[in-house]
Nanobody
Framework: VQLQASGGGLVQAGDSLRLSCAAS????????MGWFRQAPGKEREFVAA????????VYADSVKGRFTISRDIAKNVVYLQMNSLKREDTAVYYC?????????????????WGQGTQVTVSS
Protein backbone atom coordinates (compact mmCIF):
# COMPACT_ATOMS: atom_id res chain seq x y z
CA VAL A 1 0.00 0.00 0.00
CA GLN A 2 1.35 3.39 -0.94
CA LEU A 3 -0.14 6.69 0.13
CA GLN A 4 0.71 9.80 -1.82
CA ALA A 5 -0.01 13.10 -0.10
CA SER A 6 -0.08 16.31 -2.10
CA GLY A 7 -1.43 19.83 -2.07
CA GLY A 8 0.84 21.50 0.43
CA GLY A 9 2.44 24.86 -0.13
CA LEU A 10 3.24 28.31 1.17
CA VAL A 11 0.22 30.44 2.00
CA GLN A 12 -0.64 33.45 4.12
CA ALA A 13 -2.60 33.38 7.33
CA GLY A 14 -6.29 33.23 6.59
CA ASP A 15 -5.85 31.39 3.31
CA SER A 16 -7.08 27.93 2.42
CA LEU A 17 -5.46 24.76 1.12
CA ARG A 18 -6.76 21.35 0.20
CA LEU A 19 -4.56 18.35 0.78
CA SER A 20 -5.12 15.09 -1.06
CA CYS A 21 -4.04 11.59 -0.23
CA ALA A 22 -4.22 9.01 -2.98
CA ALA A 23 -3.94 5.34 -2.08
CA SER A 24 -2.43 2.84 -4.46
CA UNK A 25 -4.34 -0.21 -3.32
CA UNK A 26 -8.02 -0.94 -3.16
CA UNK A 27 -7.58 -2.49 0.28
CA UNK A 28 -7.46 0.95 1.86
CA UNK A 29 -11.02 1.62 0.75
CA UNK A 30 -12.13 -0.60 3.66
CA UNK A 31 -10.00 1.22 6.19
CA UNK A 32 -10.30 4.36 8.19
CA MET A 33 -8.02 7.19 7.16
CA GLY A 34 -6.37 9.96 9.08
CA TRP A 35 -4.27 13.06 8.79
CA PHE A 36 -1.47 13.90 11.18
CA ARG A 37 1.06 16.70 11.21
CA GLN A 38 4.52 17.32 12.58
CA ALA A 39 6.02 20.72 13.18
CA PRO A 40 9.79 21.19 13.61
CA GLY A 41 10.92 20.00 17.01
CA LYS A 42 7.52 18.59 17.90
CA GLU A 43 5.96 15.17 17.92
CA ARG A 44 3.60 14.07 15.22
CA GLU A 45 0.07 14.97 16.24
CA PHE A 46 -3.39 13.96 15.20
CA VAL A 47 -5.37 16.31 12.97
CA ALA A 48 -8.42 14.52 11.58
CA ALA A 49 -9.77 11.07 10.80
CA UNK A 50 -12.65 9.46 8.97
CA UNK A 51 -14.08 5.97 8.70
CA UNK A 52 -14.11 3.73 5.66
CA UNK A 53 -17.52 4.99 4.55
CA UNK A 54 -16.49 8.60 4.75
CA UNK A 55 -18.45 9.14 7.95
CA UNK A 56 -17.81 9.81 11.62
CA UNK A 57 -15.18 12.49 11.15
CA VAL A 58 -13.17 13.44 14.19
CA TYR A 59 -10.90 16.43 14.62
CA ALA A 60 -8.26 17.79 16.91
CA ASP A 61 -9.56 20.70 18.94
CA SER A 62 -7.00 22.98 17.35
CA VAL A 63 -8.50 22.54 13.86
CA LYS A 64 -12.17 21.96 14.66
CA GLY A 65 -14.36 24.32 12.68
CA ARG A 66 -11.56 25.17 10.23
CA PHE A 67 -10.57 21.83 8.72
CA THR A 68 -12.76 19.26 7.00
CA ILE A 69 -11.80 15.69 6.19
CA SER A 70 -13.59 13.81 3.44
CA ARG A 71 -13.02 10.91 1.10
CA ASP A 72 -13.93 9.92 -2.41
CA ILE A 73 -14.47 6.20 -2.14
CA ALA A 74 -14.64 5.65 -5.88
CA LYS A 75 -11.28 7.35 -6.40
CA ASN A 76 -9.76 6.07 -3.15
CA VAL A 77 -8.68 9.58 -2.23
CA VAL A 78 -8.92 11.35 1.11
CA TYR A 79 -8.97 15.12 1.36
CA LEU A 80 -8.22 17.63 4.06
CA GLN A 81 -9.76 21.02 3.39
CA MET A 82 -7.99 23.60 5.50
CA ASN A 83 -9.54 27.02 5.89
CA SER A 84 -8.57 30.05 7.94
CA LEU A 85 -5.01 28.80 8.19
CA LYS A 86 -2.85 30.04 11.04
CA ARG A 87 0.90 30.18 11.49
CA GLU A 88 0.64 27.39 14.03
CA ASP A 89 -0.72 25.11 11.30
CA THR A 90 2.72 25.10 9.73
CA ALA A 91 3.93 21.50 9.61
CA VAL A 92 4.51 18.49 7.44
CA TYR A 93 1.14 16.80 6.97
CA TYR A 94 0.91 13.03 6.72
CA CYS A 95 -1.97 10.84 5.67
CA UNK A 96 -2.32 7.36 7.06
CA UNK A 97 -4.41 4.25 6.58
CA UNK A 98 -5.88 2.70 9.71
CA UNK A 99 -5.71 -0.96 10.68
CA UNK A 100 -9.48 -1.04 11.00
CA UNK A 101 -12.51 0.44 9.31
CA UNK A 102 -12.66 3.27 11.83
CA UNK A 103 -10.67 6.43 11.96
CA UNK A 104 -8.65 6.99 15.12
CA UNK A 105 -6.83 9.75 16.94
CA UNK A 106 -4.00 7.39 17.88
CA UNK A 107 -0.89 7.00 15.73
CA UNK A 108 -0.62 3.35 16.68
CA UNK A 109 -3.97 2.66 15.00
CA UNK A 110 -2.45 3.32 11.58
CA UNK A 111 -0.55 0.78 9.54
CA UNK A 112 0.53 2.75 6.50
CA TRP A 113 1.79 6.30 6.16
CA GLY A 114 2.33 8.65 3.27
CA GLN A 115 5.52 10.62 2.73
CA GLY A 116 4.14 13.95 3.93
CA THR A 117 3.48 17.29 2.32
CA GLN A 118 4.77 20.60 3.68
CA VAL A 119 2.32 23.32 4.67
CA THR A 120 3.82 26.68 5.56
CA VAL A 121 1.63 29.53 6.75
CA SER A 122 3.14 32.99 6.91
CA SER A 123 1.67 35.93 8.76
Amino acid sequence: VQLQASGGGLVQAGDSLRLSCAASARTTSNNGMGWFRQAPGKEREFVAAINWKGGSPVYADSVKGRFTISRDIAKNVVYLQMNSLKREDTAVYYCASARSARGSTSRSAYAYWGQGTQVTVSS
